[in-house]
């Protein structure tokens, strides 16, 4: 029997950071991650244990298995530290298809939500040929808020998922590629 496989996916450097499919070697970094009060504060408001973190991570493995995309694990570069995760997301009741970023508090103001969502949506709208990707907010959460503005989404609207208000940032795949072009950025 040979050992645990990753998921699914593509592996994207950027000059920082390594977006890759997620393995269960990360499960103890990101249970911190989800276990930290702070950082799920507008992500539901609920913390996840070891176990519902483990679920979470199964989830996301079957969503690049059924969906062709998904989250990565963030690496830092330098260290090899899973910071966060950072990537696509299309569950079945969800408003569209979304880029959305949940780093661990101690990356905070570092810039990595920003450079690893930027890499997420080259791959969407570029590679994958998305017509526009979405990323849901909670009204509250102004760092997020800044990291969308920042990647050029503009506010669209607000609706309610799974229970909570959220706001919607979008981008089309036309702007994202003018600003692409504008940064000297190839998609």
Known sequence: MSGPAAA?????????LRLRPPREADL?????????????????GKTLDREDTWRQMAMFVGHWTW???GQWAVEERSTGAVVGRVGLHYPEGWPDREVGWV???AHWGKGFAREAAQAALDHALGRLRWPRAISLIHP???RSIRVAEGLGERLEGETVVRGGPVRVYAITAEEWARLAR?????L
């Open 8 to 16: 699914p996916g593509p592996v994207i450097e950027t000059p920082r």
């Open 67 to 69: 969906r062709g995309f």
């Open 182 to 186: 504008v940064a000297g950025r190839t």
């Open 28 to 44: 103890d970094a990101l249970a911190a991650m989800t276990g930290d009060p702070e950082v799920m504060r507008y992500l539901g």
């Open 103 to 105: 780093l661990a508090r």
């Open 140 to 142: 509250d959460n102004a």
